[in-house]
């Protein structure tokens, strides 16, 4: 065995762990996925550090906490003076690809990725920039309840088309590496957008499920007793303008099942070219998400907040000449990734980073010689909200802190649907109170506080004056040069052919 794997990691977009069978999941199919958890090592509690794509992307890449690289929301700026996994891994000797949606802000649209293989779903200007100081005007360019109220099957959607086009690129290029004479070792990221809603999927997968056996949200409806932030975030998504009835809950619900299979499909599919091209046994394949989706949980959608649905995401690391299958308890985050790939990349030692960061290396736990630290930091500074709202996710508790709310505490263990808030109970004050105490010490609320808002202003400025004039957009533009594909006059015919046949003849 090298001692350098090759490394697949494939990312689906809103994917909740519970939807799984690895996670207890019971409804939606997935053999593809259930295969790899089967001979891989299973994360049980894992979360994204941020509820929101962006946000929780940049700290996956970067493994250092949103507030601490500016990723507040969907249209900040991602800095690319800002080392991410990718970084890392190029010094160490790695190519390193991308495929699919990874919601880059701003001017630099490859953040240490040698090439990029695709557009990204989303935009990369400022456009989508929350603003606190007017809460009460909900954005039109974000979620509505049209994504729930009009769920059901189709046939083609703006999803599809990407979430195709991505893996196509993607077994395109493990072809290419397979034939290439390129042989250092590579990391391949394909991040697909399905399961994210609109709740629409072609019939194909709508019919993979039938009504009666999709199940309806387990926390019924909290309408009027809900904590602030949720209330919030009613708000935010209209939920206040349209209340979905059970039939419109059932077929989101079923829809989003439909996305999973489509997702697991594709994953599938990769999985499959990895091995005909001969290139599994030394590649570590990663099965992961940015965040969850609450899925009408204590009626709400979407993300953005900490509760389970939300913020705990699959993490599956599939090697088995490697690392022996086995299930991981200790909570773990996103911010523990890049260290864990660079110590990979790095034959076991860390490398020497060129900027702090938030997590640990879960290669003791994936070789069974260590566990990881079993906290979990996380920030949520981004739409529906009107100020930070931080969480610490340590041992059995998950504690969420905004200076603008009451204090939430949950025995995540005991109640895993956070039916009850302990923070409320007298006789949990002390352990309130070194939470509070911690978060205090961890943040400058107030601090934090004032940078989004500045961060906003400048954002709603720049993005404003870009727009007059013309307008000149930082999407990024897959470049494929025909002169180099196929038959060209450029080199024998022969010696093309033999380059592209896989595998190669003696």
Known sequence: MADRPNLL?????????RVLRAYGGAIARTPHIDALADAGVVFESFYCNSPLCAPSRFSFLAGQLPSKIGAYDNAAEFPAQVPTF?????????????????????????????ERLTTDIYPSDFGWTPDWSAFEQRPSWYHSMDSVLQAGACTRTNQIDFDDEV??????????LARSRDRRAFCLVVSMTHPHD?????????????????????VPDLAGREDPHSRRLRHVIGLGLAT???SQVRAARRAYYGAVSYIDDQIGSLVATLKEVALDANTVTVVLADHGDMLGERGLWYKMNFFEPAARIPLIVHSPGRFAARRVAAPASLLDLLPTFATLAYNGAAPAYAAPIDG??????????????????????????????????????KFVHSPVDPDQLFDVSADPDERVNLAAQGQRATLVADFRSEVARRW????????????QRRRHFVYAALREGR??????????????????????????EDLARFPRLA
């Open 9 to 17: 990691i494939l990312m689906a977009d809103q994917l909740t762990a």
């Open 86 to 114: 990718a970084h890392y891994l190029r010094r160490a000797g790695y190519q390193t690809a991308l495929a699919g949606k990874m919601h880059f802000c701003g001017p630099d649209q490859l953040h240490g990725f040698e």
């Open 167 to 176: 893996v196509v690129a993607a077994r395109q290029k493990l072809f290419d």
């Open 198 to 218: 609109p709740y629409v999927i072609p019939q194909a997968y709508w019919s993979r499920y039938r009504d009666e056996e999709i199940d309806l949200p387990r």
């Open 244 to 246: 979905p009835t059970e």
């Open 360 to 397: 640990t290396s879960l290669l003791p736990a994936l070789e069974g010689s260590g566990t990881p630290s079993g906290e979990v930091i996380g920030e949520y500074l981004a739409e529906g909200a009107i100020a930070p709202v931080v969480m610490i996710r340590r041992g059995r508790y």
């Open 444 to 455: 400058k609320m107030s601090e934090l506080h004032e940078a989004v808002l500045a961060s």
């Open 471 to 496: 307008f000149t957009p930082w999407d990024f533009q897959p470049l494929r040069d025909a002169s180099r594909l196929y038959i060209r006059n450029d080199q024998p015919l022969e010696y093309q």
